[in-house]
């Protein structure tokens, strides 16, 4: 038998490279995007068609390159960022493994435009599917000017597989967030089918946040910096009243990398403990700047994830340092660092060298985290609610009797007070079919044949998913006006979703219109619907209509599914006898009464036979 193994041709090893590095059009967006931040650019825009399907294009004034530079960018693991083994563990670049040029020109045609800026003439390299088709000098500015056309052209699977334009126009802007975020003194603007998205001027962090996600943001805000011989945190995080369903607004960087964490955010939720809303997530947007020796940034292809060689010294250096902000702004007790244990365990370092904590930076004391005076009355507040229940566990712990705080469950019959026992008005034989509440979360309602169990939220997204689909489909709603219409504000990027879905919103029973940029105007609602939560209806429509998009469903079905989801009776909710049965009747009224608009089950039957069997 003769050899069968052979090395691949270059234009099919990118194609699959390309597949790791780029997924979608963000990815090509975050990679041209670091590149122009790598080459010292001020200034970067980016422009956008079609979500990036037909059109990306990234302007910068950074440094150029020479005409040999130019072609030896498209080559695979050519990188101007590393030049011996060593250098990945001093990493301070976005990029670094040479990669995303050659995968993105394996999948697209690319025109770039490039000049060093102490040269008179530039280069003109254009490539399609690896090929370069065509390189010669040109006349431009100085800086880099590329543009990737038809992505995915010659891989219609990958193609297919796109989502659309809103999808993937929310991960374009997800990205652009993150690298915006981490660059304030870069001027930044994004463009999409001729409209200015973004225009973020050069500025520090705090106008950073407020350009990205609105006005309204600043007052959320509380502002984090610690620095010790080991690391330094900066950046802010959200005052709790102001914490989302969602997680959408949660930014790690080490280094100025955007990265995810399970591990860091579970310790800035150790932070928030006992001070959050019970199913909610607050802002953040972290910077941790390290030794790049304590890292390592080289474990993924979209480089997102890393390794620490201490993780549990960060984490809790990190949880530590956000309850002492949230402490001086009397939103948690602050603490008294001289008490907290959470740095009491052996560190890898040796004592000598250990990493210690200090108010200012320089100096290797804790005197600097003195807590405020306790008598402050939010303190004592705050301080209370933390301690509360540990009396009763010390009890549980002694054996001490406790009585319990919810009232005692009494079973009450029909008989009871009854003098003698008789059938004159059927007592025996009369059957009770009136519904009742369990927890305020079930309702319990008899059938012949045993009972059903009904979850009073899914069975409510039922009913209202199907109404809400129906206005949309037939375009009538009931709209109640507003006595005074009323200003809503957004972020740029929920703005943006809102445009698009809005006259489906309008046919829900809302008139809402566009009142300049990232500002609406609501002049009615649907009229089943009470006054006063007004933006927060939208802003939770907004955030159940956005983790939806990736489901593949209609606009249409995806805003009725979400809308149903914001307003239904949640569980907690008390209901009358009348409301229950109101909804049961409803529920069976529906097209399919069996499932809610997520899957979840809206009821489950016991027969009496299976009851009895468990006695």
């Given at each position: ?38 080459a ?19 302007i ?11 072609r ?12 011996e ?151 802010f ?47 953040y ?112 712990m ?32 009369k059957?009770?079919?009136e ?21 009073q ?26 006595l ?18 809005l ?19 609501l ?13 927060s ?18 606009v249409?079905?995806?805003?009725a ?30 097209e ?15 027969d009496?036979?299976?009851?009895a069997?468990?006695?």
């Amino acid at each position: 038998m003769g050899d069968i193994i052979r090395l691949l041709p270059d234009s099919i090893a990118n194609q699959i490279a390309a597949g790791e590095v780029i997924q979608r059009p963000a990815s090509v967006v975050k990679e041209l995007v670091e590149n122009a931040v790598d080459a010292g650019s001020m200034s970067i825009k980016i422009v956008i068609k079609d979500a990036g399907k037909t059109l990306i294009q990234i302007i910068d004034n950074g440094c150029g390159m020479s005409e040999t530079d130019a072609r030896m960018a498209f080559e695979r693991h050519a990188t101007s960022k590393l030049r011996e083994a060593k250098d990945l563990f001093a990493i301070r670049t976005m990029g670094f493994r040479g990669e995303a040029m050659a995968s993105i020109a394996a999948i697209a045609h690319v025109e770039m435009r490039t000049r060093k800026q102490k040269d008179e003439l530039g280069t003109r390299l254009v490539i399609e599917g690896s090929e370069v088709v065509r390189q010669e000098a040109c006349q431009c500015v100085g800086g880099t000017n590329i543009s990737v056309k038809n992505l995915f052209y010659n891989v219609p699977a990958r193609r297919n597989f796109l989502k659309s334009n809103t999808v993937e126009m929310r991960h374009i802007i997800d990205e652009f967030q993150r690298i915006a975020l981490a660059h304030p003194d870069i001027f930044f603007s994004l463009h999409h089918n001729g409209a200015e998205i973004f225009h973020l001027t050069v500025g520090n962090l705090r106008q950073r946040v407020v350009g990205l996600f609105g006005g309204g943001t600043n007052k959320k805000l509380v502002p984090v910096n610690e620095e010790t011989d080991f690391l330094k945190i900066t950046g802010f995080v959200g005052k709790p009243e102001f914490a989302k369903k969602t997680r959408g607004e949660q930014f790690f960087y080490v280094n100025n990398r955007y990265i995810k964490s399970g591990y860091l955010n579970h310790a800035v939720m150790g932070a928030y403990e006992e001070i959050l809303p019970k199913n909610t997530y607050p802002f953040y947007t972290i910077f941790i700047d390290i030794d790049p020796a304590h890292i390592d940034v080289n474990v993924h292809p979209t480089k997102q994830e890393i390794k620490f060689d201490d993780e549990r010294l960060v984490y809790n250096y990190l949880k530590v340092t956000i309850r002492h902000a949230l402490g001086q702004y009397h939103i948690t007790p602050t603490l008294d660092f001289e008490q907290e244990t959470s740095f009491n365990f052996p560190s890898k370092s040796s004592p000598s060298s250990s990493p210690t904590v200090s108010s200012s930076g320089k100096g290797n004391t804790t005197s600097g985290f003195k807590s405020p005076n306790p008598r402050e009355k939010a303190n004592l507040e705050n301080w209370k609610k933390l301690y509360e229940g540990l009396e009763q566990e010390e009890r549980e712990m002694t054996g001490e009797e406790i009585v319990s705080p919810q009232p005692a469950m009494t079973i009450k019959s029909s008989f009871s007070g009854a003098t003698e026992l008789d059938d004159a008005d059927k007592t025996f034989t009369k059957e009770t079919r009136e519904p009742y509440q369990v927890h305020q979360m079930y309702i319990i309602s008899p059938i012949k044949s045993g009972f059903l169990v009904i979850d009073q939220q899914a069975a409510h997204e039922r009913i209202l998913y199907e109404k809400y689909l129906k206005s949309l489909k037939e375009q009538k709603a009931y709209i109640q006006k507003l006595l005074f219409p009323l200003t809503i504000n957004l972020s740029t990027a929920d703005s943006t979703v809102l445009k698009e879905i809005l006259q489906e919103i309008n046919h829900l029973g809302f008139d809402l219109q566009e009142f300049g940029k990232d500002t609406f105007v609501l002049h009615g609602m649907p009229a089943e619907m009470t006054e006063g939560n007004e933006q927060s209806i939208i802003e939770q429509l907004l955030e159940q209509y956005k983790s939806n998009v990736e489901l593949q469903l209609s606009v249409k079905e995806n805003l009725a599914r979400s809308f149903a989801r914001s307003t239904s009776i949640k569980k907690g909710k008390s209901m009358t006898g009348a409301e229950m049965e109101s909804l049961i009747d409803q529920l069976f009224a529906c097209e399919i009464p069996f499932k809610s608009p997520q899957g979840k089950n809206c009821f489950i039957t016991f027969d009496l036979d299976d009851l009895a069997k468990k006695f």
